[in-house]
C-alpha cells in the first residue's frame, strides 16, 4: 500500500507486506489466500476439500467462505493471522470485482474484474494501511481502539445485497419487523406522549451528537434530529422505564440488534425542507429498520432515494457539497405503521420535500400528520447471513477497543444463547 507505516505492535506479516512497501502481486496474494485456507483448514477441518479453489472468480462461494474466516474467532484472536486474513480478502476482492468498482482492471491493470460487483461495495480498503495511518495520526488511541475502528468498516463479502429488503410486508421475513409491526398503536402512542413531555427538548439533539461525526458532516440543510434509546446493549434506563416500556421490551426481545456492536436504536427527526444527501453506512454486516411513526399527509413528501451500484458518487458541484439527486436513483416512500428494511452500505439519502409551507418548529400533537416532521423508529440489527459465530467474534473483538457506557444507561448481560439465530419471543411482561 504505497509503503504506509503498520503500527509498531503490528504482526511480522502485516510489517513486512505494509512496512516494506511490497507490491500486492497477484502470485503473492494467491499465497496468502492459499496460506489463509491452510490454517482455517487446520482449526476448522471439513471448511475446504482438495478440491476447493483459490481463485475467488471461479467459486462464487469462496468470497463467503473467506469472509467466515477472516471474521472466526481463531483469526481475530491472533493478530499475525488477522493481518494474514483480512490480505487475502483484499486480495480476492480485488482479484473478483477490480480494485474500484465499474472498472476492469486493478490499479496495476494486470487484474481484470471476473463479475459485476455488489451495489454495496465501494472498493478494496486495505485493513493494514488504516491501523498505520490511523495509528500515525493519533498515536494517544489504544491498539485495540484502532483495530476496531478499522475492523468496523470491514466490507463482508458473500452476504445478499439488496437495497431494499421489503416495504411494508416485512413481518413475514423479519421477526424484529413483525413485534414492531404488530405493536404499532402503543409505540405510537409512546412517542406521541413523549413528545408533549419536557423530556423531549431535552432528548433531542442534532444528528452525530449520539453516534458518529461523520453523521454531523452529512447532516444536509434543514432539521435532522434524535432521540437515541439504545448504543450496542446498553439502553437509556430513564427514557425506556418513563417513556418507551413497549419499544425497549421490543428490543430486549432482539439481541440481532443489541448483540450487533454498531447498532443504534433511536427516533429519527426530519422537518420539512430538510435533506441529507447521498452517503453509506459504514459495513454491510447490518440492516437498517424504519418504522415510520409520522408522515407528512399533505403539503410534502418524505422519500428514501438509493443507488443500486458501487462506488463514490460525485459532489454537487451547484452546492459544493453532497450529492441530493442522482440520476440512476430509486425512490421509496415510508408506509405508516409497516416497517422499512433496508441497507445502508449502498448510497442513499433522505429528503423531506416540503410543499411550499413553513417550516414549523417541532411539537406534540395527537394529530402526528400535523406535527410537521417524519419521525421513524430506527433500529441497527445483524445482516441476517452472518452467522452466529462471526456475531459472536466480531462482536468480541470491535468491543475490545472500548464499549460505550453513557451516563444513565445500563447494560444488558451478553450469554452465547444471544448470539442463537432463532426467534427470541417478547417477554410476557414488561421488563422495564
Known sequence: QGGAQVHSESPAWGSVVGCLGLAMTPWL???VVAAVVGIAATAKPGLFDETSSVEPASDPFFLADLRKIRNSEAMLAD???????TQAVEHSLTEAYGKIPQTNTSNDGTSKARRPAPGNFHGVK????????????????????????VASEWYHPGLTAKPVWCNGKCSRQFPLAKMLDDNFKAIRHEVL????????????????????????LIAGNGTWVDVRLWRGRSFNKKLCTRHFRMICSIIEASPEVWTNPWSHVLLSVLMTDSWVPFHQGHTNGQLTYHLP???PSTGGSAELALVERGGLLPEDAATRSGLYEHPEENVYHWKK?????????????????GGGEKRKEIKASHDDSQSGARIVLLARAWHPEMTADERRALREFVRRGGEEDPEGYEMLPISPSAFSLGVHPLPPTIVF
Open 29 to 31: 496474494g494467491r499465497t
Open 293 to 295: 411513526i409520522a408522515l
Open 126 to 149: 486495505s485493513h493494514a494501511y488504516y491501523v498505520g495511518a490511523i495509528s500515525e495520526a493519533h498515536p494517544s488511541l489504544p491498539p485495540d481502539a484502532v483495530q476496531s475502528i
Open 193 to 216: 406522549t413523549f413528545w408533549k413531555s419536557p423530556d423531549a427538548a431535552r432528548e433531542l439533539q442534532g444528528v452525530g451528537t449520539h453516534t458518529t461525526r461523520f453523521d454531523k
Open 337 to 353: 405503521g409497516k416497517t422499512l428494511v433496508f441497507d445502508d452500505s449502498f448510497s442513499h439519502a433522505v429528503r423531506f420535500r
Open 79 to 85: 493478530l499475525s493471522k488477522l493481518y494474514m486474513a
